[in-house]
């Protein structure tokens, strides 16, 4: 591991209500691998036993808990767990994930691991990359990135508020400060709040859970946004959510699930933690909501009729105003 790998920074609130140090999980997207040789690369950095799970999936079994190392296509994944890892039948799966391992990204799915047990992650990214990963520059269609799923403090409606209003007034700055890739902005995966979103979260003064639902499921009844919600949403209430989103993929768990930042897995001063700190942005803000609202005003008082705010004269104020108060 390199000794100029960065840190990962600690959020202002580091537990939950129950007391027990916050978790986050990672999932990190990339090809140039075969399955067997990222799940090598993973046992080598981390320790653990690997198993072989099917043709499409492997784990490794950690004392902090199981890794799952992928090939992240439905269909073989589906058609490979069917037939069983053991079967003979499994031969012409087997050359199917050779091949996909090509064309469609191998994905490394971290269990949710305390704050303090992140700094094991940073022998990940350079076991992968000495073994031929490359990441979100690879490719044109499957614009692969990095997704963090990072354990809520509390389950009620002011937690929650917080960190959606905090989002939404940086997710442009988000976009600029990650370097998102122009192939991963022009995918449907991770779309921002609409503006007329934002503009309603920064009108409210401290909505209820029955008023977060309700605004969040009428303009973002959608997986595929950059701060996906519906998880920590059906963790809350998992039957209102499948009424507004019938999707199958759409796991509750008490976890904002964020999918913007990039994967450059290929390069050098590349890492997790890089991705994680520039999401403690929102975390900073999220636990300052005199500082949310001050922005939340600066937001409405830029917003024009039919033209909105400007993206880009918001995302420089953003960069000087989060320098000013020290929250980056």
């Known amino acids: 591991m390199s000794t100029e790998e960065p840190a990962f920074n600690m959020p202002p609130v580091r537990e939950t209500a129950s007391g027990n ?3 986050v999980g990672f999932e990190l997207e990339f090809s140039g691998l075969t399955l067997q040789a990222a799940a090598n690369a993973v046992a080598q950095a981390l320790g653990g036993e690997l198993q072989q799970d099917s043709a499409a ?28 890892a053991k079967e003979g039948g499994e031969s012409w799966l087997d050359l199917l994930g050779q091949v996909a391992a090509l064309v469609v990204p191998i994905e490394v799915v971290c269990p949710p691991l305390p ?33 963090i799923n990072a354990e809520i403090p ?52 401290q909505p209820s ?10 303009y973002n009844a959608s997986r595929n946004r950059a701060l996906d919600l519906l998880p920590l949403l059906a963790e809350i209430d998992e039957t209102r959510v499948r009424r507004a989103v019938d999707d199958p993929r759409i796991k509750p768990r008490p976890a904002f699930h964020y999918r913007l ?18 999401w403690c942005a929102v975390e900073a803000l999220a ?41 980056v």
Request: proline share 5%; charged share 25%.
């Open 57 to 84: 999936e492997m784990s490794l079994h950690h004392a902090q808990g199981r890794f799952n190392i992928e090939i992240d296509w439905d269909f073989l994944k589906r058609h490979a767990s069917e037939s069983g």
């Open 154 to 205: 509390r389950l009620d409606a002011e937690t929650l508020f917080g960190y959606l209003r905090a989002f939404a007034l940086l997710q442009w700055w988000l976009v600029d400060a990650h370097k998102v890739d122009i192939a991963r902005r022009a995918s449907p995966y991770i779309d921002l709040y609409p503006e007329a979103y934002v503009r309603l979260l920064c009108e409210q003064k």
């Open 209 to 218: 859970m029955d008023d977060i639902f309700s605004d969040y499921l009428q």
């Open 261 to 278: 930042p990039n994967c450059q897995i290929e390069k050098p001063d590349w890492s997790l933690a890089s991705s994680w700190n520039t």
């Open 287 to 327: 636990a300052q909501p005199e500082l949310q609202a001050q922005l939340g005003e600066a937001f409405l008082a830029r917003s024009q009729p039919i033209l909105g705010v400007n993206r880009n004269q918001w995302t420089e104020f953003v960069e000087q105003w989060l320098n000013d108060h020290a929250l």
């Open 115 to 147: 704050l303090d047990r992140l700094p094991m992650l940073q022998a990940l990214v350079p076991a992968l990359r000495d073994a031929g990963a490359r990441g979100t520059e690879e490719s044109l269609i499957a614009a692969y990135g990095v997704h």
């Open 21 to 23: 140090p916050r978790r």
